[in-house]
């Protein structure tokens, strides 16, 4: 979709400019699907982890993303040895709607919106009694594809740098995503399964 005139009121003389990204951005439906695909991903990450780094546990990014991050998996296969226990909890998020951008390019929709993201996660190595707590905030920039065939946006590219854990403070237009009593994820050496 582009910015056009079109005939308003039947009168070839009046006109009215439509942005259709500014409608899109705005349409509350189109927002909530955003929000929705942020926050399946900000949860699938604590399944990830917890899943020995497993790339099917993503759900809802697109192939590409699978590709650059299926190197992972390799590279926690060379130190799970090391490790006894890993927890991951996603708390939720933030996120920022005055980033939100909605696009069109050859008739391909695409979306960019930031959010900032709590996780407690905590790591035990192999003969080590403690947990090294390794609980984060970050702020976390999305790149959204609308995927037509399965009719729902898809993560393409995500940035990502550590929060101080006040940001959302600065926003004027933002969003909570809440997550009620939010599961502890575990992975552990001796059977190698995500525990609820």
């Keep these: 979709m ?3 005139k079109t005939e308003a009121w039947g009168n070839k003389q009046v006109t009215v400019v439509i942005d259709s ?10 927002q909530k699907e955003l929000l ?10 604590s399944v990830f982890q917890t899943s020995g780094f497993d790339i099917s546990t993503l759900t809802n990014v697109t192939d590409e993303v699978k590709e650059d991050t299926s190197f992972v998996q390799d590279d926690f296969e060379l130190i799970k040895d090391y490790v006894d ?11 920022n709607l ?5 696009d069109s390019f050859d008739k391909k929709w695409s979306a960019e919106v930031s959010a900032l993201v709590s996780y407690n ?5 192999r003969e080590e009694k403690t947990f090294e707590d ?3 905030q970050s702020v976390r920039e999305y790149s959204l594809q609308y995927d037509p065939k399965a009719k729902k946006w898809l993560i393409a590219d995500l940035m990502e740098r550590e929060a101080i854990g006040s940001e959302d403070e600065d926003w ?6 809440k997550v009620e009593n939010p599961p502890v994820l575990k992975w552990s050496r001796n059977d190698e399964s995500i525990n609820l």
């Design 2 to 4: 582009e910015e056009k």
């Design 121 to 125: 996660s905590k790591l035990r190595y």
């Design 36 to 45: 929705a695909a942020v926050d399946v991903f900000n949860k699938d990450m």
């Design 134 to 136: 390794l609980s984060y």
């Design 85 to 95: 226990e890993m927890h991951s909890q996603y708390l939720g998020a933030v996120v």
């Design 98 to 102: 005055d980033d939100l951008n909605v």
């Design 172 to 177: 004027d237009n933002k969003k909570e995503l």
């Design 21 to 30: 990204h500014k409608l899109a951005r705005e349409d509350k439906d189109v």
